[in-house]
């Protein structure tokens, strides 16, 4: 069961089976409980689209405070679009570059995060070995199955078991919303589930593609139960009153930040 909570007045979602993992720190945050105005109002944690340095910094250290957690144990990677997955085993790096699109650990007391807004965060947690992920998985990433590669490296560099994992989809744009074109439907050729993903649009050569659900079924493919796999089922777009979205403002807004760590 996922529920909205709220900690010094930051917003966020979470999940009953995280929570009842010993251990395990986790937030899908709300747009809500910062200090930025107008489109990024208001806890935004990025600058890219044009919020101040001082407003983000400002947001950082509500979510430090909030979930007393010092600000320097948050870590976050540039995210590129890609399927590059940063392993975090015996030295923190202290270079965020080049891009990752996901983060896996086995080490306590780092705040492992990605930024979203629209694009499908997805929490990995070995609640035997103690090992968490999170990934960024925007249709790029989808169809570069980075799920699947999350997954494998669990399995293969950390010995996990498949039936260890519990793997949880935040929110992220619903097939109700995210209309696409042929470059998208072109990119997810290989995908086996591809015609069941994408529904024909209302517009000649656009498609409506659940890609919360493509990566489900990849989640599934590479070896999880799906006894052990859910997804939010929450559009950002459909919620822009409690989620950043990009598609659902045009372009231009925050980024809600998705975070878990091993306490
Ligand atoms: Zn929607």
Redesign the pocket.
């Given at each position: 069961m996922f529920t909205y909570s709220q900690k010094n007045g930051v917003q966020y979602l979470e999940y009953s089976r995280l929570i009842e993992c010993n251990g395990v720190t986790h937030a899908f945050c709300t747009r809500w409980g910062g200090v930025s105005k107008g489109r990024f109002a208001n806890l935004n944690f990025s600058v890219s689209e044009g919020d101040t340095q001082r407003n983000v910094a400002e947001n950082w250290n509500i979510l430090s405070n909030a979930f007393n957690i010092p600000e320097d144990h948050f870590f976050t990677v540039k995210q590129i679009h890609g399927d590059r997955i940063l392993i975090i085993a015996d030295n923190v790096p202290d270079s965020h570059d080049p891009g990752y699109d996901g983060i896996i650990t086995n080490k306590p007391g780092i705040a492992i995060g990605i930024k979203t807004a629209d694009c499908v965060p997805i929490f990995l947690v070995d609640r035997v070995k103690h090992i968490i992920g999170t990934i960024h998985a925007g249709w790029k990433g989808t169809s570069l199955n980075i799920a699947g590669k999350a997954l494998r490296i669990l399995v293969k560099k950390f010995a996990s078991k498949p039936e260890d994992i519990i793997v949880t989809i935040g929110p992220s744009?619903?097939p109700?919303?995210?209309e696409v074109d042929e470059k998208v439907w072109t990119a997810m050729e290989k995908d086996p589930d591809r015609d069941f993903l994408f529904k024909e649009s209302r517009k000649a050569e656009r498609w409506m593609l659940d890609l919360p659900q493509a990566n489900q079924r990849q989640i599934l493919r590479a070896g999880i139960s799906s006894e052990n796999v859910t997804s939010a089922g929450i559009?950002t777009?459909?919620h822009r009153d409690t989620f950043f979205s990009h598609r659902g403002e045009g372009g231009q807004t925050g980024r809600q930040l998705n975070f878990i760590m091993l306490q």
């Open positions: 744009i619903g109700c919303c995210y559009c777009s459909c």
